[in-house]
Protein backbone atom coordinates (compact mmCIF):
# COMPACT_ATOMS: atom_id res chain seq x y z
CA UNK A 1 0.00 0.00 0.00
CA UNK A 2 1.41 3.53 -0.51
CA UNK A 3 1.84 5.43 2.43
CA UNK A 4 1.17 8.89 2.79
CA UNK A 5 2.31 11.77 0.23
CA UNK A 6 2.76 14.95 0.54
CA UNK A 7 4.27 17.43 -2.58
CA UNK A 8 6.84 19.34 -2.93
CA UNK A 9 9.30 17.93 -0.94
CA UNK A 10 11.53 21.05 -0.82
CA UNK A 11 10.16 24.13 -1.56
CA UNK A 12 12.33 27.54 -1.48
CA UNK A 13 10.62 31.45 -1.82
CA UNK A 14 10.66 34.87 -0.97
CA UNK A 15 9.34 36.16 1.89
CA UNK A 16 5.72 37.55 1.45
CA UNK A 17 4.91 34.81 -1.45
CA UNK A 18 1.77 32.45 -0.91
CA UNK A 19 2.96 28.45 -0.24
CA UNK A 20 0.74 25.34 -1.05
CA UNK A 21 1.40 22.03 0.88
CA UNK A 22 -0.45 19.05 0.14
CA UNK A 23 -1.07 16.11 1.01
CA UNK A 24 -2.98 12.81 -0.21
CA UNK A 25 -3.43 10.04 3.03
CA UNK A 26 -3.13 6.57 2.77
CA UNK A 27 -6.58 5.12 0.95
CA UNK A 28 -9.31 4.27 3.95
CA UNK A 29 -7.89 6.79 6.68
CA UNK A 30 -10.44 9.21 8.06
CA UNK A 31 -8.14 11.19 10.31
CA UNK A 32 -5.53 13.65 8.57
CA UNK A 33 -3.22 15.57 10.46
CA UNK A 34 -0.56 18.37 9.32
CA UNK A 35 2.30 18.98 12.14
CA UNK A 36 5.11 21.12 12.17
CA UNK A 37 8.69 20.63 13.32
CA UNK A 38 11.23 23.19 14.11
CA UNK A 39 14.27 22.78 16.13
CA UNK A 40 13.35 25.15 18.66
CA UNK A 41 9.39 23.91 19.10
CA UNK A 42 10.12 20.39 18.26
CA UNK A 43 6.91 18.56 16.33
CA UNK A 44 3.64 20.52 16.98
CA UNK A 45 0.08 19.57 15.60
CA UNK A 46 -1.43 21.90 13.28
CA UNK A 47 -4.93 21.25 12.91
CA UNK A 48 -6.63 17.46 12.32
CA UNK A 49 -9.84 16.46 10.09
CA UNK A 50 -12.31 13.86 10.61
CA UNK A 51 -14.04 13.03 7.44
CA UNK A 52 -12.85 15.59 5.82
CA UNK A 53 -14.35 17.87 7.92
CA UNK A 54 -11.26 20.50 10.38
CA UNK A 55 -12.25 19.16 13.97
CA UNK A 56 -9.08 21.57 15.48
CA UNK A 57 -7.35 23.97 14.20
CA UNK A 58 -6.44 25.58 18.00
CA UNK A 59 -2.64 25.11 17.00
CA UNK A 60 -2.95 26.62 13.38
CA UNK A 61 -0.28 29.76 14.49
CA UNK A 62 -2.19 32.64 12.88
CA UNK A 63 -4.61 33.73 10.23
CA UNK A 64 -1.87 33.31 7.49
CA UNK A 65 -1.92 29.45 7.77
CA UNK A 66 -5.08 28.01 6.43
CA UNK A 67 -5.99 24.58 5.65
CA UNK A 68 -8.55 22.15 3.65
CA UNK A 69 -9.45 18.96 2.92
CA UNK A 70 -11.63 18.80 -0.05
CA UNK A 71 -12.20 15.10 -0.18
CA UNK A 72 -11.12 12.47 1.57
CA UNK A 73 -8.06 11.60 -0.65
CA UNK A 74 -6.30 15.50 -0.61
CA UNK A 75 -5.61 18.21 1.79
CA UNK A 76 -3.56 21.06 1.37
CA UNK A 77 -1.90 24.02 3.89
CA UNK A 78 -1.86 27.20 2.74
CA UNK A 79 0.31 29.73 3.91
CA UNK A 80 -0.58 33.33 3.03
CA UNK A 81 1.53 36.13 3.18
CA UNK A 82 4.61 33.49 3.90
CA UNK A 83 7.06 34.97 6.56
CA UNK A 84 10.72 33.84 7.54
CA UNK A 85 10.21 32.56 10.46
CA UNK A 86 7.62 30.09 8.84
CA UNK A 87 10.24 27.58 8.29
CA UNK A 88 10.14 24.57 9.13
CA UNK A 89 9.42 21.59 8.06
CA UNK A 90 5.50 20.50 7.59
CA UNK A 91 4.53 16.89 8.12
CA UNK A 92 1.06 15.44 7.25
CA UNK A 93 -0.56 12.05 8.90
CA UNK A 94 -3.15 9.60 8.54
CA UNK A 95 -5.03 7.33 10.61
CA UNK A 96 -8.24 5.32 10.94
CA UNK A 97 -8.23 4.47 15.15
CA UNK A 98 -7.50 2.59 17.14
CA UNK A 99 -4.02 2.20 14.33
CA UNK A 100 -1.20 3.87 14.36
CA UNK A 101 -0.67 7.27 12.62
CA UNK A 102 1.35 7.02 9.43
CA UNK A 103 3.66 9.96 8.36
CA UNK A 104 4.46 11.35 4.99
CA UNK A 105 8.17 12.59 4.18
CA UNK A 106 7.33 16.27 5.07
CA UNK A 107 7.91 19.11 2.79
CA UNK A 108 11.00 21.34 3.65
CA UNK A 109 10.26 24.81 3.66
CA UNK A 110 12.43 28.20 3.48
CA UNK A 111 11.12 31.45 3.71
CA UNK A 112 14.08 33.74 2.35
CA UNK B 1 -1.72 20.46 28.48
CA UNK B 2 0.60 16.98 27.95
CA UNK B 3 3.82 17.78 28.74
CA UNK B 4 6.23 14.49 27.54
CA UNK B 5 10.20 14.56 28.45
CA UNK B 6 12.71 11.64 26.79
CA UNK B 7 15.65 10.93 28.75
CA UNK B 8 18.48 10.70 27.85
CA UNK B 9 18.62 13.28 24.72
CA UNK B 10 21.26 11.40 23.19
CA UNK B 11 22.66 7.96 23.27
CA UNK B 12 25.96 6.65 22.04
CA UNK B 13 27.01 2.53 22.12
CA UNK B 14 28.79 -0.32 20.93
CA UNK B 15 26.90 -2.60 18.51
CA UNK B 16 25.69 -5.30 20.17
CA UNK B 17 24.40 -3.56 23.40
CA UNK B 18 20.79 -3.44 24.57
CA UNK B 19 19.15 0.23 24.41
CA UNK B 20 16.88 1.87 27.01
CA UNK B 21 15.38 4.94 25.98
CA UNK B 22 12.60 6.19 28.57
CA UNK B 23 9.41 9.03 28.19
CA UNK B 24 7.50 10.35 30.79
CA UNK B 25 4.60 12.56 30.58
CA UNK B 26 2.43 14.41 32.99
CA UNK B 27 -1.33 13.41 32.15
CA UNK B 28 -1.76 9.73 32.66
CA UNK B 29 -5.57 10.02 30.81
CA UNK B 30 -3.67 8.97 27.52
CA UNK B 31 -5.24 6.77 25.40
CA UNK B 32 -2.81 4.85 23.68
CA UNK B 33 1.04 5.82 23.47
CA UNK B 34 3.30 5.74 20.39
CA UNK B 35 7.09 5.36 19.50
CA UNK B 36 8.84 6.21 16.04
CA UNK B 37 11.72 6.39 15.14
CA UNK B 38 13.08 9.57 12.33
CA UNK B 39 15.80 9.02 10.25
CA UNK B 40 17.55 12.93 9.49
CA UNK B 41 15.52 14.07 6.62
CA UNK B 42 12.73 12.13 6.49
CA UNK B 43 9.15 11.74 8.22
CA UNK B 44 8.29 9.34 11.02
CA UNK B 45 8.25 5.87 11.20
CA UNK B 46 6.25 4.30 13.53
CA UNK B 47 7.65 1.18 15.66
CA UNK B 48 4.95 0.41 17.81
CA UNK B 49 1.47 1.12 19.22
CA UNK B 50 0.58 0.54 23.16
CA UNK B 51 -2.72 0.46 24.27
CA UNK B 52 -3.57 1.92 27.58
CA UNK B 53 -4.92 -1.13 28.54
CA UNK B 54 -1.38 -3.13 27.50
CA UNK B 55 1.71 -3.38 30.19
CA UNK B 56 3.71 -4.27 27.08
CA UNK B 57 3.89 -4.40 23.12
CA UNK B 58 6.82 -6.37 21.84
CA UNK B 59 7.70 -5.90 17.58
CA UNK B 60 10.67 -8.33 16.36
CA UNK B 61 14.26 -6.89 18.00
CA UNK B 62 11.63 -3.83 19.99
CA UNK B 63 10.26 -4.08 23.41
CA UNK B 64 7.69 -1.03 24.70
CA UNK B 65 6.38 -0.92 28.19
CA UNK B 66 3.81 1.15 29.67
CA UNK B 67 3.07 2.17 33.33
CA UNK B 68 0.12 4.63 32.50
CA UNK B 69 -0.99 5.09 36.44
CA UNK B 70 2.79 6.62 36.61
CA UNK B 71 3.41 8.40 33.44
CA UNK B 72 6.09 6.36 31.76
CA UNK B 73 7.18 4.50 29.04
CA UNK B 74 10.01 2.90 28.01
CA UNK B 75 11.51 1.24 24.84
CA UNK B 76 13.78 -1.43 24.95
CA UNK B 77 16.13 -2.24 21.69
CA UNK B 78 17.90 -5.70 22.18
CA UNK B 79 21.12 -6.49 20.39
CA UNK B 80 21.93 -2.95 18.76
CA UNK B 81 23.04 -2.41 15.02
CA UNK B 82 24.63 0.36 13.14
CA UNK B 83 21.28 0.88 11.29
CA UNK B 84 19.37 1.79 14.75
CA UNK B 85 21.08 5.05 14.62
CA UNK B 86 17.97 7.33 14.30
CA UNK B 87 16.10 9.74 16.86
CA UNK B 88 13.06 7.87 18.61
CA UNK B 89 10.17 10.04 19.55
CA UNK B 90 7.66 8.98 22.12
CA UNK B 91 3.91 10.23 21.61
CA UNK B 92 1.04 9.62 23.69
CA UNK B 93 -2.47 10.47 23.05
CA UNK B 94 -5.42 11.63 24.68
CA UNK B 95 -9.04 10.85 23.69
CA UNK B 96 -9.01 13.65 21.35
CA UNK B 97 -6.57 12.00 18.68
CA UNK B 98 -4.08 13.78 19.30
CA UNK B 99 -0.33 13.47 19.60
CA UNK B 100 1.96 14.88 21.80
CA UNK B 101 5.98 14.81 20.60
CA UNK B 102 9.02 14.87 23.03
CA UNK B 103 11.87 15.79 22.33
CA UNK B 104 13.37 12.57 21.01
CA UNK B 105 16.34 10.18 22.05
CA UNK B 106 19.17 10.74 19.27
CA UNK B 107 20.53 7.30 19.24
CA UNK B 108 24.28 6.15 17.67
CA UNK B 109 25.50 3.10 17.37
CA UNK B 110 28.63 2.31 16.77
CA UNK B 111 30.41 -0.42 14.14
Known amino acids: DAGVIQSPRHEVTEMGQEVTLRCKPI?????LFWYRQTMMRGLELLIY????????DSGMPEDRFSAKMPNASFSTLKIQPSEPRDSAVYFC??????????FGDGTRLSIL | KQEVTQIPAALSVPEGENLVLNCSFT??????LQWFRQDPGKGLTSLLL?????REQTSGRLNASLDKSSGRSTLYIAASQPGDSATYLC??????????FGAGTTVTVRA
Open chain 1, 93 to 102: ASTSPPRPQH
Open chain 2, 27 to 32: DSAIYN
Open chain 1, 27 to 31: SGHDY
Open chain 1, 49 to 56: FNNNVPID
Open chain 2, 50 to 54: IQSSQ
Open chain 2, 91 to 100: APRMDDYKLS
